[in-house]
């Protein structure tokens, strides 16, 4: 499962297991106007799969924009693309999400998430 989102149309409950099914991640916008930059903009949310929640990253994605959140095949690494900000990665690291480079498996698997935010046009 892909978590993609425009606007208003992802749904905040959905959850993403991750390959080894230890963690869970969700993708919500920061509501919070504390922060004008960051308001409704995208918070990838880390979770055991018990459902504790461990770690929250706050990108600079906005909601707005098409984008999409989705694990690596293998390992723990999350990968976002957003048509705004482009490609992100974050690896499972002492239970809390850490962006890592982008190297070219994260970029062959952002170009998938593209192509599949295409298709659901």
Request: hydrophobic letters at 40%; a neutral charge; proline letters at 5%.
């Amino acid at each position: 499962m892909v978590l993609i989102g425009c606007g208003r149309m992802m749904n905040p409950t959905e959850r993403v297991s991750s390959p080894s099914g230890t963690f869970v991640v969700a993708a919500i916008p920061n509501e919070s106007k504390a922060d004008p930059g960051k308001y409704r903009c995208i918070r990838i949310i880390l979770e055991h799969r018990n459902g504790n929640s461990l770690s929250a990253v706050q990108t600079g994605a906005s909601d707005g924009q098409k984008w999409a959140v989705e694990w690596m095949p293998t390992g723990e690494v999350v990968v976002l693309q957003s048509s705004d900000i482009g490609t992100q990665a974050f690896i499972v690291q002492s239970n809390a999400l850490v962006q890592i480079p982008i190297m070219a498996e994260i970029e062959a698997q952002a170009k998938k998430l593209i192509d599949a935010n295409m298709e659901n046009r």
